[in-house]
């Protein structure tokens, strides 16, 4: 059965630094990339793996301060988020494909205090 599960999030202060994990079940963890959602914002990308090259790609908002990694032998993708802003606050998915099907974590909230 495909499953991605998220862990990680919590309360965080402007400065410091959180990491996300997704344990994928069924889903290449290669296919898998992060997202996140603000209150009354649309669902956006945050990173993700470069489908060729095995490069990373980041939303302009993170660049920097965030880092995607994986362990293929875990089947698990994690997020470190350094430097973080109150405006890091959302709910974070971790994201995989299968055959252009698309399959979502639960989420995770992240919080960061000022």
């Known amino acids: 059965q495909e499953r991605l599960v998220e862990s990680g999030g919590g309360l965080g202060q402007a400065g410091g630094s959180l990491k996300l994990s997704c344990l994928a079940s069924?889903?290449?963890?290669?296919?898998v990339d992060w997202y996140r959602q603000a209150p009354g914002k649309q669902r956006e990308l945050v990173a993700a793996f470069s489908p060729y090259g095995g490069g990373t790609r980041y939303a302009d908002s993170v660049k920097g301060r965030f880092i995607i990694s994986r362990d293929v032998t875990k089947n698990t993708a994690y997020l470190q988020m350094n430097n973080l802003k109150p405006e890091d606050t959302a709910v974070y998915y971790c994201?995989?494909?299968?055959?252009?099907?698309?399959?979502w974590g639960q989420g995770t909230q992240v919080t960061v205090s000022s």
């Open positions: 069924g889903i290449n963890i290669r296919t």
């Open positions: 994201h995989g494909v299968i055959f252009a099907t698309e399959y």
